[in-house]
Nanobody, 126 residues
Framework: QVQLVESGGGLVQAGGSLRLSCAAS????????MGWFRQTSGKEREIVAAVSWSEGSTYYADSIKGRFTISRDNARNTVYLQMNSLKPEDTAVYYC???????????????????WGQGTQVTVSS
């Protein structure tokens, strides 16, 4: 069982930055692929970024490429999402997700992930 706790959300002006953190429980964190998703009211949850167990592979949604960076610190059982040049359309609840993986494959669909955090609100004002 893995428990995920997100933090770092908040209110920021357009053009600003935030760094989200996701702290995971468990001693096998390094064996998990990790993803960040976001969801707004009435819309499906969408992938933002994901990283394989060793940072050997990453994936970024086209809408955030060049602005967001996913990284992980396996010693701290934490995955990060650095968000720069934020836009009002980035406003959403951001979720961290995890799935056990022994490969460099990076899951991109919500149904591929086994564990989810509670979400953290990011609001970007214009």
């Amino acid at each position: 069982q893995v428990q995920l706790v997100e933090s770092g959300g908040g209110l920021v002006q357009a053009g600003g930055s935030l760094r989200l953190s996701c702290a995971a429980s468990g001693r096998t964190f390094r064996s998990y692929a990790m993803g960040w998703f976001r969801q707004t009211s009435g819309k499906e949850r969408e992938i933002v970024a994901a990283v394989s167990w060793s940072e050997g592979s990453t994936y970024y949604a086209d809408s955030i490429k060049g602005r967001f960076t996913i990284s992980r610190d396996n010693a701290r059982n934490t995955v990060y999402l650095q968000m720069n040049s934020l836009k009002p359309e980035d406003t959403a609840v951001y979720y961290c997700a995890a799935v056990y993986s022994g490969s460099y494959y990076v899951p991109k669909e919500p149904h591929e992930y086994a564990y989810w955090g509670q979400g953290t609100q990011v609001t970007v004002s214009s």
